[in-house]
């Protein structure tokens, strides 16, 4: 081979080297025709959480409870206005269901019931030019510039796996979810959105549930209670609070989750006498008869009073600060019962 032969080879060689380094140095990492370009996603989305099924309790999503929703005491609250034929709005038509027309100084307003969002709101007011009724409460305390709101269901049932939705209301008033029947009283929980006495400020997370006796051997004393601190404020946030209410005793979910199981031999043993006066020798656990469901709000003097309208608003937004209203707000009520 010739020299000239040697130097075109040597040629041809450097310009395919030349080219082979171009490709594979190439800038441009576009895909060949007919690939699929992915991008990386530097901030993958979390997989969302499942939405309950509202069918069942959101502590028994299974249903294994073989739970059935009663549909007449249960609400979700998305019309536009409360229905009547349901519930009752405590002093429609100057009808107040025990005579009860509130704890003074607050009164219950039919005027402070809205549904909104759908959700149910209660109301407190600073509305001192309220028509006020001229009686004074069991204590002797007259009715003045508060009021408030109770609404009642019309059917009653017994047991079953109460759910309740709700945030209640950023003030010194109560928020409050309670039944009566049977010359019983249930309260599932009397939240107190805001303490400011300096012993009692734990107490705006407090979860507060009773049972009394209104037989003549009980005359509404307690025959048993628990208080607990849920870790949160209850006016901060909307949680879901379910009572599995049984002839076997009460257990208590929140947020879907287990957090008291007691017993109606616990409750039965309960000393109840030396707690608040009690019934007697009578067994505890009356609440074994149909009841109906309250919400309501109620000052509790004891915890303290809002003495004005900047008192009531103290923890209202900005923008609410002068509206004179604070809202106990209730997403729905959904009420089981075995199939």
């Known amino acids: 081979m010739t020299t000239k032969t ?11 080297m030349l080219v082979g380094i171009n490709v594979g140095c190439s800038s441009d990492d576009s895909p060949a025709d007919g690939e699929e370009q992915v ?17 069942y309790p959101l502590s ?30 405590q002093g429609r038509n100057g009808v107040f269901q025990s ?6 100084p607050s009164q219950f307003s039919t005027n402070n ?6 959700k149910l709101k209660l109301e407190t007011r600073w509305e001192p030019n309220y028509n006020f009724s001229p009686t004074t409460d069991s204590n002797g305390d007259k ?52 303490h400011r006495q300096s012993s009692k400020l734990w107490k705006d997370r407090e979860l507060w549930w009773s049972i009394h006796d209104w037989t003549s051997a009980g005359a509404g004393r307690t025959t048993y209670t628990e208080h607990h601190d849920l870790g949160y404020r209850v006016a901060d946030a909307f949680h879901v609070y379910g009572f599995d209410w049984s002839a076997d005793g009460v257990k208590i979910y929140i947020d879907g989750v287990l957090f008291r199981d007691v017993s109606r031999a616990t409750i ?4 109840d006498i030396n707690n608040g006066g009690g019934n007697g020798a009578n067994e505890n656990f009356v609440v074994t008869k149909p009841i109906k469901i309250w919400f309501d709000q109620e000052t509790f003097p004891w915890h303290g009073v809002p003495d004005s309208l900047e008192d009531l ?27």
């Open 113 to 118: 019931v809205r549904l909104e969002d759908g």
């Open 143 to 194: 009715y003045e510039n508060i009021t408030t709101a109770a609404v009642i269901t019309k059917s009653e049932f017994v047991y079953g796996y109460l759910e309740v939705k709700c945030k209640a209301a950023d003030a010194e008033i109560t928020s409050s979810f309670w039944a009566t029947g049977g010359n019983t009283e249930f309260d599932f929980f009397e939240f107190f959105g805001d």
């Open 39 to 55: 991008t990386p996603d530097p901030t993958p989305t979390p997989t969302p959480t499942p939405t309950p099924n509202s069918n």
């Open 313 to 339: 608003e103290l923890n209202s937004p900005e923008g609410k600060k002068t509206d004179g209203k604070v809202d106990f707000e209730i997403e729905y009520l959904r009420i089981w019962q075995k199939g």
């Open 6 to 16: 040697n130097i075109n080879w040597l040629l041809i060689v450097v310009v395919f």
């Open 99 to 104: 005579n009860f027309k509130g704890r003074a």
């Open 268 to 271: 039965n043993s309960y000393d």
């Open 60 to 89: 028994d999503q299974s249903n294994s409870g073989n739970w059935v929703l009663n549909t007449a005491v249960s609400d979700e609250f998305e019309a536009t206005v409360l229905d009547e034929s349901k519930w009752l709005i």
